[in-house]
C-alpha cells in the first residue's frame, strides 16, 4: 500500500476511492498533488481486482479549487515552458487511465479542479457544487484543458461566456448544459457514486474499456472516422469470451459471469 501526503485512497471492493486530500487550501493542484494522482491512478489501472475509480475531494467546500496559485505565483516563465507546465496532466494522467472513472464534485470546481472534473468520464454532482474557469480574473487564462473540454461539454455561448466573466455555474445549470451527468444531494454524493462505480464495476472489464474509447473518440475525430473506429472495437469485442457468456447467459436468463477475456 503506498501512502499519499495529499491523497486518501481506499478500496471498495472493485472500486478504487481516491479524494483530494488539502483541505486547508480548497484541495489545489499542486505538482505533489499531480504526481500522487498519476502514482494512485497507475496503481488503480494496473491492479486487476479494480474496475472503476471515483474522485472527489476531502471536506465540504471544494473538489479542487485550481492549481496551486501560491506555487505559480513566482514562477519564471521560462520554466513554465521549460517544464511544459501542465502537459503530464494529459500524457501521464487523463490519457494514461484506460478504465472508467467517475468525477464525484463536492462543491468548488474552479479553474484547474473543473479541469481535472472534465478529465473524468462523467461527472456526477452534489447539489452545493460550483464550476467554473476564472482564470482570466488573474491575468492568466485556462491551461489544463478548460477551453477545450468546456467547450465540447456545453458549446461555445457558455464556455465562452464562463471563460470570459470567470462566472462560476451552479450544479442545476451544469446539468442542463450537458457538463454533468447527475445532481444529487451533498449528503449522498459519495454513496451514488460509489454505487454508479459498483455497477460499471461489475460489467466486463474489456467491455467498459471499449465502451470508454469508443465515446471518447466521438470528441477527438470526424463522424466517419469515429464510425470506423466503433465498428472496429465493436468488432474486437465479438473476439472476447465474455461476448458469448453475455449473449449466452441473455438467452438462458440468468447473470453473466465476466471473466475478462
Ligand atoms: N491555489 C492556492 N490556494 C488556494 C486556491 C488555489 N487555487 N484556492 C483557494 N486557496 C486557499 C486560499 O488561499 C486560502 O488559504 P489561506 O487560508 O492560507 O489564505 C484557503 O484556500 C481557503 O480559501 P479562501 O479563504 O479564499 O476561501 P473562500 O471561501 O473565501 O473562497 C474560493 C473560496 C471562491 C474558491 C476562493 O478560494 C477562490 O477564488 N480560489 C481561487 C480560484 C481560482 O482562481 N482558481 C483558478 C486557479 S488558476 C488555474 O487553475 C490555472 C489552470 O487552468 C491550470
Not at 489544463?144 to 445549470?173: F, I, P, W
Request: glycine letters at 8%; proline letters at 3%; aromatic letters at 6%.
Amino acid at each position: 500500500e503506498t501512502s499519499y501526503e495529499n491523497l486518501l485512497v481506499e478500496q471498495h471492493g472493485a472500486v478504487t476511492l481516491v479524494r483530494l486530500n488539502r483541505p486547508q487550501a480548497l484541495n489545489a493542484l499542486n505538482s505533489a498533488v499531480l504526481e500522487e494522482l498519476i502514482t494512485a491512478f497507475a496503481a488503480f489501472e494496473a491492479d486487476p481486482t479494480q474496475r472503476c475509480a471515483v474522485l472527489t475531494g476531502a471536506g465540504e467546500k471544494a473538489f479542487a479549487a485550481g492549481a496551486d496559485i501560491k506555487e505559480m505565483a513566482q514562477k519564471p516563465a521560462a520554466d513554465f515552458y521549460a517544464e511544459d507546465t501542465f502537459s503530464r496532466w494529459t500524457s501521464h494522467f487523463a490519457k494514461a487511465v484506460r478504465k472508467p472513472w467517475i468525477a464525484a464534485v463536492n462543491g468548488f470546481a474552479l479553474g484547474g479542479g473543473c479541469e481535472l472534473a472534465m478529465m473524468a468520464d462523467f461527472i456526477i454532482a452534489s447539489d452545493t457544487a460550483r464550476f467554473g474557469q476564472p482564470e482570466i480574473k488573474l491575468g492568466i487564462a485556462p491551461g489544463m484543458g478548460g477551453s477545450q473540454r468546456l467547450a465540447r461539454a456545453v458549446g461555445k455561448a457558455k464556455a465562452m461566456e464562463m471563460c470570459l466573466t470567470g462566472r462560476m455555474m451552479g450544479a442545476q445549470e451544469a446539468e442542463q448544459s450537458g457538463l454533468v451527468a447527475r445532481v444529487v444531494p451533498l449528503a449522498n454524493l459519495l454513496d451514488e457514486a460509489l454505487k454508479t462505480a459498483a455497477e460499471i464495476a461489475a460489467m466486463s472489464p474489456l467491455a467498459a474499456i471499449a465502451n470508454k474509447e469508443m465515446v471518447q473518440a466521438a470528441f477527438e475525430t470526424t463522424l466517419d472516422q469515429g464510425l470506423l473506429i466503433e465498428r472496429r472495437i465493436f468488432q474486437v469485442l465479438t473476439a472476447t469470451q465474455d461476448r458469448l457468456e453475455g449473449m449466452a447467459a441473455f438467452i438462458e436468463k440468468r447473470p453473466a459471469v465476466w471473466q475478462g477475456k
